[in-house]
RNA sequence: GGCGGUGUAGCUCAGCUGGUUAGAGCGCAGAACUCAUAAUUCUGAAGUCACUGGUUCAAGUCCAGUCACCGCUACCA
């Protein structure tokens, strides 16, 4: 049997997550392994934060706080962002804070070094006295050396687009606190891209099948992959024992090398708290387990070649990747989710709103799975409205109150007289029942939540043709064995909702009158003749409420509204 | 500048290795029904598949060019 390895990108603890991050790695993960275990597989669900590099030292800087209390601080936010998205990870740790990290990540340094893929490369590059810090390239502020405008990136000149080298700009300045900085030699080990493509990674990326997305990016990115950095001069990181690089001092792991690290350390320190510290080993040193990583598009190179490269270097029979379902950009309303431009959705006001079931599974809906894709208020309102509480929410009111009306509220029994045909009509004539979990375990899953909608359409279309209500007049062991059929479909609506919806699908459960946890028993797959009754005749209806509330247009409008005045708030700032 | 991607009905998006009248959801129009959260069901209107040229018996689907937007461009994480 196959066990199942499944990461979602590091979230960096450097700022609140938005539905980008969420759409892109974290909610399909979780749907897949809720999927996943529901079929009964095996599967570990692996994340935690990014939580070195620079970015994160002077983000701590500028607020004042010690560098473990600020990645704390956002650790925490992010995690109650993500569990409020009912995601469950077996593990959310974070690279500072877990305690095998800097072990695992050594370790890896070592044997690479050991191994022939690293080099030595001594260079000289900007230092800011002020600072105490190396400047990267976009850290430094100066004079194009091209085309005389002022204030060019170390990167690139806003005015004439020349590439730079941040050595030869004209009277550069710090860009964190504007002083000049000095030249200065250091010493850096580089990991040894071309070498370990040619020995094994290049071929093995040849040889599977990649999202399309994925491939073509790949394929050009290998036949240019240059030796990348992997050591650092500052202070927060993974700090390098002065013996492990020649008697350098100051020298930490840049932040790209670590991160992915993190996957395989995190999964230690879970299998550690399960009292069995060599338990990672059965999943990442195991050829039957399937490792997935859940990321965006732009980290499509580290999780391919790069994190691959690693693996396959330190010759421990680390597995690589099965499967890299990387999604394209969630955008909003038309433009890119831009925290500091005010272009974005604070979630905790979102969440004091609206349902975050019923935000996953319009983010379900609307995955950037081959293309950019985008959040918009009235598709939401479309989702939560015409999908969830008019196709499944009203399906289910109707049904269990008339039940309630006309039934005592009970289950009635599917009468032999009726079974056949009204089997035939529901499972073969109103519509094609399809199985989510075969979308969500293809990775399919916009096409998941609309097969669910289309599966509780069918129950409508049931209903229409069978008219209980009229029956009801005439013949109530006929209009009991429709009603109980319905039942019973709900109680495989209840099934097919658990990966995206599991708190609606749980209560749903109840209203049937179902004890226990749904998301417990086996997957269902689809009803047939055999197997499509589920609920015992007779069984008393739990209490019922309606599963979805819908959105008033004002409010949806007032939302449009308030996106553009925090927006324009923003740039007011500026 | 280089590399990659995207451009399909009013809106959001599907369309695998080229093949009959180009699809879905929402929205819109009409009808049926009245059990239900004014919900549901049925029917319908609507697209020169960015533009130009090419390959082919046949192109949204391949090739070249043009335009628009987006991402990456390696010491950013």
Redesign the pocket.
């Known amino acids: 049997m196959n066990r199942y390895l499944v990461t979602s990108a590091?979230p960096?603890?450097?700022g609140p997550i938005h539905f980008g991050h969420v759409v892109g790695a974290y909610l399909p993960a979780d749907v897949y392994v809720r999927a996943l275990r529901r079929q009964g597989e095996d599967a570990l669900f692996i994340c935690g934060t990014?939580?070195?590099?620079?970015?994160?030292t002077i983000g701590a800087d500028k607020n004042g706080q010690e560098y473990s209390e600020y990645v704390e601080g956002w650790h925490k936010e992010i995690e109650k962002t993500l569990t409020t998205f009912g995601i469950e990870f077996d593990i959310f740790s974070g690279t500072s804070t877990c305690p095998q990290h800097a072990e695992f990540s050594l370790e890896f340094f070592k044997r690479l070094r050991e191994r022939g893929y690293l080099q030595k490369?001594t260079?000289e590059?900007l230092y800011c006295n002020q600072c105490e810090l190396?400047?990267?390239?976009?850290?430094?502020l100066g004079g194009c050396p091209e085309c005389g405008h002022e204030s060019a990136r170390?990167?690139?000149c806003p005015a004439c687009?020349s590439?730079l080298d941040?050595l030869k700009l004209v009277s550069p300045s710090c860009r964190v606190c504007t002083n000049a900085p000095e030249k200065r030699e250091?010493t850096?080990f580089f990991l040894d891209?071309p070498k370990l493509r040619d020995e094994a990674v290049g071929a093995w990326f040849g040889e599977k099948t990649w999202k399309?997305?994925v491939d073509?990016?790949v394929?050009?990115?290998l036949e240019?992959?240059?030796?990348?950095?992997i050591t650092?001069d500052m202070k927060w990181g993974v700090e390098l024992p002065s013996d492990l690089v020649d008697g350098e001092e100051g020298k930490v792991l840049?932040?790209?090398f670590d991160?992915p690290i993190g996957y395989i350390s995190m999964s230690a320190e879970w299998s550690a708290a399960n009292g069995d510290p060599d338990g990672w080993k059965d999943w990442w040193q195991n050829k039957d387990t399937r490792l997935v990583h859940f990321i965006g598009?732009?980290?499509i190179?580290?999780h391919t070649l790069?994190f691959p490269s690693m693996l396959h270097g330190v010759g421990q029979d680390y597995i690589l990747p099965w499967r890299v379902p990387a999604n394209?950009?969630?955008?909003l309303e038309?433009g890119?989710f831009s925290t500091s431009e005010g272009w974005t959705i604070p979630l905790d006001e979102f969440f004091e709103r609206y349902d975050p079931e019923v935000a996953r599974f319009h983010l379900i809906?609307?995955m950037?799975?081959?293309?950019?894709?985008?959040w918009?208020w009235?598709?939401f309102?479309?989702?939560a409205?015409?999908?969830?509480?008019?196709?499944?929410?009203?399906?289910?009111?109707?049904?269990l109150?008339?039940l309630d009306?006309h039934f005592d509220g009970v289950v009635p029994p599917v009468d032999e007289a009726h079974r056949a045909r009204l089997e035939g009509l529901l499972l073969n004539e109103?519509?094609a029942i399809g199985d989510p979990a075969e979308h969500i375990t293809a990775f399919r899953f916009?096409?998941a939540a609309?097969q669910l909608?289309?599966n509780?359409?069918?129950?409508?279309?049931f209903?229409?043709?069978t008219?209980?209500?009229?029956l009801?007049k005439t013949d109530m062991v006929e209009a009991g064995s429709v009603l109980g059929a319905c039942c019973q479909y709900l109680g495989w609506l209840a099934h097919w909702m658990t990966p995206m919806l599991p708190g609606k699908a749980q209560a749903l459960w109840e209203m049937l009158g179902q004890s226990g946890e749904v998301a417990e028993l086996p997957w269902p797959g689809t009803p047939c003749a055999e197997t499509w009754q589920l609920i015992p005749a007779g069984q008393k209806l739990g209490e019922v409420?309606?599963?979805?509330?819908?959105l008033e247009d004002a409010q949806i409008e007032a939302e449009i509204a308030n996106l553009k005045t925090r927006a324009l708030a923003s740039s007011d700032e500026l």
């Not at 190396?134 to 430094?140: I, M, N």
């Not at 509780?456 to 279309?461: L, P």
């Open positions: 590091l960096y603890a450097n990014d939580e070195h590099g620079v970015a994160i490369q260079s590059q190396f400047l990267a390239d976009r850290y430094v170390g990167d690139e687009g590439w941040p250091t850096h891209l399309p997305n073509a990016f394929r050009k990115l240019d992959v240059h030796a990348r950095p650092r840049y932040v790209w991160a598009k732009d980290n190179p580290f790069v394209e950009f969630y955008n038309g890119k809906a609307s950037p799975e081959t293309s950019d894709s985008e918009s009235k598709e309102q479309a989702t409205n015409a999908g969830l509480a008019d196709t499944i929410g009203n399906l289910v009111t109707r049904v109150r008339f009306k109103c519509g916009r096409k609309e909608l289309l509780a359409a069918v129950a409508n279309v209903i229409d043709r008219a209980p209500w009229k009801r409420a309606g599963l979805f509330d819908k």
